[in-house]
Each structure stands twice: as C-alpha cells, then as structure tokens.
C-alpha cells in the first residue's frame, strides 16, 4: 500500500529553537496533507490542513505563526515548531491524500523540548 | 459540527474473550465515511476500517467485526477471541463528504488491554 514518512522519528531539542519536521508521501502525490498533534494518553486533534502551493488551512486555537506550515511540493510537506517550549513536547503525525481517495498516515514525530 | 464519542475509556479482559468498543458519532453531513485504527505502542496508526454512509453492511475481518448503524448513529468494533496482541489504543474517526480531501475527527480512544 502507500506508504507516508516522517522525518525525523523522535527528536529532543532546547527550549527556544526551531524544529523542522517532513512529511513525504513516498508513491503518490499529495495535494493535500494533515498535521495532527496527540497529546500522551490523548486523542489526535487536527492541526492544519496543507495545500500543496497555497497557504496552509489551521484549525481554530493553533497558533499559524508558531507551526509554520509548507507544502512546497506534491510529495513534501514540513511543519516548523518555532520558538519550541516544553508544552509542545506532543507526538506530531502528518496524512496524506492519495489520488485515490484514500488517506494514509505517516508513522508520527515524538518532540520532546527541554 | 462534526464529534465522535468514545465512552470507554479502557478496557481490560482476558485473553480469548470477545469485546466491543462502542463509537457514536455525530454530522449533518449526508454524506460521511467512519474509520477505525488501531495504534500500539510505537504510536503509528494502522487502518482498520473504513465505512461510508450509505453502506450499513456489517462487515468481517477475521476475528475483527464492524457493525453500523445509521438510526443509532454507532459504528461499533467487535473483537472476537481476543489475542494479547490486540492490546493498543483504538480509536473512531470520521469525516465528511470525501474521505480523502475531508480532515478526521477522532474520538476520544479506547485504551484496550488483553490479559494473558
């Protein structure tokens, strides 16, 4: 089946830098791709929607100008957690849509910020 | 606005008994699809099923059964003679109109335990 990656798989970084984070649909193209954030022992809660060429869609409560989203190419998709602080230590998973309809997740970035 | 419920939050039964995880949902859309994964302890979510709305069909997978009720709004899970592998986390989801250009809304979870 269609297979989503995400880079890296678990990162640490400092209270104050910058992460980036890929999503990559590996045999599709993907106009369209999610980034999801799922607190410990929590639900998945939608971040963003992001569209391949266009600004992304974020959901209500998410701060656009801290997770900057960009959908640069049909198969690549990145979130940047700017300014990490410790509350954003959370597990981050990104979708994809494939021409087909279906909707595939990639395997989530454990963030944990010190 | 769309909303998924979960009520049970964990679940813990004994190996080779069978249990149903119960979701209830709610849209206006007339259109809609449900999903079920599944996510262990690695955290990546593994698709289970997906179901649309016009389709009331109970489905069987194996051990794993769906059953979908429109007039209930409930598309609950049944597990029958559950394995210790199937201790994970799972969880409802739906979306509305396409399942693919449609973001998901999950439910809550149910943290499922077998015991050997």
């Known amino acids: 089946g269609a297979v989503v990656s995400q880079h890296p798989s678990w990162v640490i970084c400092k209270s104050g830098t910058s992460v980036k984070i890929e999503c990559r649909s590996l045999d599709f193209q993907a106009t369209t791709m999610f980034w999801y954030r799922q607190f410990p022992k929590q639900s998945l809660m939608l971040m963003a929607t992001s569209n391949e060429g266009s600004k992304a869609t974020y959901e209500q409560g998410v701060e656009k100008d801290k997770f900057l989203i960009n959908h640069a190419s049909l198969t690549l998709s990145t979130l940047t957690v700017t300014s990490a602080h410790p509350e954003d230590s959370s597990f981050y998973i990104c979708s994809a849509d494939s021409p087909s309809d279906e909707q595939y997740f990639g395997p989530g970035t454990r963030l944990t910020v010190t | ?116």
């Open chain 2, 1 to 116: 606005a769309q909303k998924v419920t979960q009520a049970q939050t964990e679940i813990s039964v004994v190996e080779k008994e069978d249990v149903t995880l119960d979701c209830v949902y709610e849209t206006r859309d007339t259109t809609y699809y449900l999903f079920w994964y599944k996510q262990p302890p690695s955290g990546e979510l593994v698709f289970l099923i997906r179901r649309n709305s016009f389709d009331e069909q109970n489905e069987i997978s194996g051990r794993y059964s769906w059953n979908f009720q429109k007039s209930t709004s409930s598309f609950n899970f049944t597990i029958t003679a559950s394995q210790v592998v199937d201790s994970a986390v799972y969880f409802c989801a739906l979306s509305g109109r396409g399942s693919g250009a449609q973001k998901l809304v999950f439910g809550q979870g149910t943290r499922l335990t077998i015991n050997p």
